[in-house]
């Protein structure tokens, strides 16, 4: 996703897209759907500071039960783009401080989109809080009926 520097105005802009989840890097089985990007951009001189805010509707495995799931996957974070004549040393996407040149039309945060809905996903992947997970004498789904086991 690309922001056109020359398109902002000083002082307060807001920019909405949606976006398609493998122009920014995301895995297309967990991301189906356009992504819901919203960007709080302020601009002053020599200097563009973003906050970016994502909402992504996933499916996801449950760790525990092993079904799918969906559910929407929020993220947000905070850039600030410097203008110099040449870019930081070891600067990398993904950075909280980044530079664009003097004539750089557009700058990228597809690695902040991205890294942001990735970010969100917890490592424990549950489809509810409290899921039964599966009996570990018949492997049925404690979700959807108590087994005969715990007769
Ligand atoms: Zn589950
Ligand atoms: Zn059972």
Not at 23 to 38: A, E
Not at 57 to 86: L, M
Not at 94 to 109: A, M, N
């Amino acid at each position: 996703m690309k922001i056109r520097t020359t398109g902002l105005q000083l002082g307060h802009n807001e920019i909405d897209e949606f976006v398609e989840p493998l122009t920014v890097g995301l895995d297309t089985k967990t991301f189906q759907s356009p992504i819901s990007v919203h960007v709080n951009a302020e601009k002053g001189t020599g200097k563009i500071a973003l906050e970016i805010v994502t909402i992504g509707p996933g499916s996801f495995f449950c760790d525990r039960c092993g079904e799918d799931f969906k559910r929407e996957a929020h993220g947000s974070c905070e850039i600030v783009f410097v203008q110099r004549d040449a870019p930081f040393p070891d600067e990398e996407p993904g950075d909280d401080l980044r530079s664009f040149g003097p004539f750089q039309e557009y700058i990228d945060v597809s690695t902040e989109v991205r890294d942001t809905l990735h970010l969100s996903i917890p490592m424990k992947n549950l489809c509810t809080e409290d899921c039964q997970g599966l009996c570990p004498n018949c492997g049925g789904n404690l979700n959807k009926s108590a087994c005969r086991c715990s007769k």
